[in-house]
């Protein structure tokens, strides 16, 4: 997993949304939000409040409750994304690209709390970090 900054609030309803001003999540984390959907077109510009509009890159974290069955989950990246569910690796898009769709499909046997770690960056130009899931 990772040690939190000690600048973020401990509990968040939504999304932990962690931003850098670097693109390999390192330095001091500029912003933390609490954030309902990951779902962000910024094309040309980025997250703002501190946050340059290129050469940046965030994290985010959630704990989801999903009921048995079989699920497709979906990131998009313009740059680079990557998803880990229960902390393995299962999209690793880590490339400088134009918005790319990327799926995981998987089935969960049981109910069950399930972590999810979104990281992303963008190196320049159009910038996208979507995530969403749905029962297949």
């Known amino acids: ?26 330095g001091p984390v500029v912003l933390c939000e609490d954030e309902a959907e990951l779902d962000h077109t910024w094309g040309a510009g980025g997250p703002g409040k501190g946050i340059g509009v290129d050469y940046f890159s965030a ?28 902390g393995n690796l299962v999209i690793d898009d880590w490339n400088v690209q134009g918005p790319t769709d990327r799926l995981y499909m998987v089935t969960f046997s049981t109910q069950a709390n399930h972590r999810f770690k979104i990281e992303y960056f963008e190196l320049r130009g159009g910038a996208t970090a979507r995530f969403w899931y749905n029962m297949n």
């Open 59 to 86: 994290r985010w974290t959630r704990t989801i409750t999903l009921s048995p069955g079989s699920y497709v989950f979906h990131t998009v990246g313009d740059d680079g994304i990557r998803l880990y569910i229960d």
């Open 1 to 26: 997993w990772y040690d939190a900054p000690a600048a973020c609030p401990s509990s968040y309803l939504g999304w932990k949304a962690e931003y850098y001003n670097t693109v390999d999540l390192t």
